[in-house]
T-cell receptor, first 115, second 116 residues
């Protein structure tokens, strides 16, 4: 399968712990996005990478969140000192071209539950 | 600000009947519109997009969507529904961020239930 992959698929953690998620985009895609989806809502944009550069961050991405994309390949999203409000599905997407015309391909997501 | 509205939380349709899932949008400039489908425990799958040109866009799995600029709508349609079409459907608009790159703004989603 050459689609976008995400690991882990599910993560249960206690409040205050740190968690890290990984996304492997489609290999030829140099654009990578993170979204967060809560129950009953559509995905909300978190951050955008073009190659290894993080070019845009949403105000939803508080100081406890950090994302990286070393060498422009896979990406990681880390949440420090998790809170119950962080419970959500975290989606990664990638695309092959610039601008608005190229569709984004999504991974299966990582479901985070903070207890 | 760019936004997308999906006025129906759920749409129920009998198998074999035509289906419509509604979407309206608000954008400044030219709209770039998308439909995605989400099955349980799976990521969003791209169905179709409107960039420019013909107002009727054909996509995957027999779905199509009609772009209507005057009504600012982009409704998803299928002539004959299948039980396997039951899923969560999201309409999205692509908005250009500072620097020329884009992000997707999604509606809240519409759950489609197709009954045998």
């Amino acid at each position: 399968d050459t689609g976008v992959s995400q690991n882990p698929r599910h993560k249960i953690t206690k409040r205050g712990q740190n968690v890290t998620f990984r996304c492997d985009p489609i290999s030829e895609h140099n654009r990578l996005y993170w979204y967060r989806q809560t129950l009953g809502q559509g995905p909300e944009f978190l951050t955008y990478f073009q190659n290894e550069a993080q070019l845009e961050k949403s105000r939803l991405l508080s100081d406890r969140f950090s994302a990286e994309r070393p060498k422009g390949s896979f990406s990681t999203l880390e949440i420090q000192r998790t809170e119950q409000g962080d419970s959500a599905m975290y989606l990664c997407a990638s695309s092959s071209g610039p601008g608005a015309v190229y569709e984004q391909y999504f991974g299966p997501g990582t479901r985070l539950t903070v207890t | 600000a760019q936004s997308v509205a999906q006025p129906e939380d759920q749409v129920n349709v009998a198998e074999g009947n035509p289906l419509t899932v509604k979407c309206t949008y608000s954008v400044s400039g030219n709209p770039y519109l998308f439909w995605y489908v989400q099955y349980p425990n799976r990521g969003l799958q791209f169905l179709l997009k409107y960039i420019t040109g013909d107002n009727l866009v054909k996509g995957s799995y027999g779905f199509e969507a009609e772009f209507n600029k005057s009504q600012t709508s982009f409704h998803l349609k299928k002539p004959s529904a299948l039980v396997s079409d039951s899923a969560l459907y999201f309409c999205a608009v692509s908005t250009v961020l500072t620097g020329g790159y884009n992000k997707l703004i999604f509606g809240a989603g519409t759950r489609l239930a197709v009954h045998p």
